[in-house]
């Protein structure tokens, strides 16, 4: 019966890129995530679903170091990608967000031109041997992006003018140019209208054949629609962690059936 | 039973079609308590007033599907909500080929009451139908009440409607055999035999929703088939 499914859903690989164990976060005296653990796989949409506060945003951030940033934060457990450590010490946070891109909820374009906003992680981490070498990155940022065609007569112009869908696409583009292997996004379509969260999942699910992607989304359709797998978090637990098409058919855990279907917030 | 939504206009959508579908449970079964009575009776009048009221089944039918497109639409329900919505479009064609095959016992009413009674028979199709409309009944109590267990006690009762179908299959034959005259009535009969069966069908499928609805998994179709009449002998 297996091969009359609708297997638009298929996964490449079942390798496991980012591994995290009995992870805890704190602020402060605040126990914000509790014994997450979780096998996020490569080359595959995972969305992290959750009412406000459960803790899925913070968690999102464990896997680049952004909490490192906030003072009164502090991570226990282990998060491993490719089985290294990202927490080691020799681990040098800037070269890890290199590799771990991150999206946000609103576009934040550098107030720069197009072409710099792409060009400025190539050139600080340097990724590019020359003028040419740059050119080539950035316009094949700006391509998977899915924004190349709208902006390649402009590309001097500043990024900050273009409308709220395409800086965000700009925004994947700039996180893309320094070709890391895990893309985070942190709510990446809340701040769009209906045309351009289209646009940006249709690049998700395009990103996916390179990349692990992670996205933290408030809508759950939007999880439903883009994801291969779904968490589902509430008050900093890991409820349930499973096909997504299991999780919005039939979840195993009353909270995530309560939750999905409009139940409890 | 779940928690009420958020939105508290979801669930008064989902209730109210879920009432549609009980009120044409509850008119189904009339229909085929009916249709067999007034075939045992030879009461044109009532047959005829199970065709009329065949439309308002069919009616409902397309109110619940309208409805259950629209909760699709606007609501886009996930997990039970889901499985909620699928099984009302499904319960109420269920519930809708019922009543057609009771108005078409109704119409055969009207043609066998102009003719010479074969013995025994109409009893034997009214303690038929009255099984049915027994394991409908149960299968809508099994809906209201999200019960798997009833619902999987009424799939297994399907049998005993199929060994009554055989039964009877196998006497139409022996009469029609013994006097060819009682041909046209037999094949009348046997038809009425066989909606009856089928209709036995319709609830266990409906029965089958219950449990999807309650467990996310439709039960296995191993279960025994009494129906032997199709099999070489």
Redesign the interface.
Known sequence: MNDMRIVERKVDTNEVKIAAKDVQVYYGDNHAIKDVSVEIEDKTVTAFIGPSGCGKSTFLRCINRMNDTIDVCRVVGDIMIDGEDIYDPKVDPVQLRAKVGMVFQKPNPFPKSIYDNVAYGPKIHGLAKNKADLDNIVENALRRGAIWDEVKDRLHAPGTGLSGGQQQRLCIARAIATEPEVLLMDEPCSALDPIATAQVEELIDDLRKSYSVVIVTHS??QA?RVSQKTAFFHLGHLVEYGETTTI????VDPRT??Y?????? | M??????SA?DRDLEAIQAQIMKMGGLVENAILEAAISLETRDEERAEAVRVADKAIDALEETINEEAARVIALR???????RVVLSVIKVSANLERIGDYAKNLAKRTGVLSQMEPVNGSAGALRRMAKEVEGMLKDALDAYVARDAELAQDVIDRDIQVDQMYNALFREFLTFMMEDPSNITACMHLHFIAKNIERMGDHVTSIAEQVVYLVT??IPDEARAKGDKTSLPS
């Open positions: 759950m359709q439903a919005f058919t039939n979840p059936e309560s999905i279907t409009g139940r409890i917030g | 779940h928690d009420k939504h958020i939105a979801f886009a329900p996930a997990a039970i909500d889901l996310g998994a």
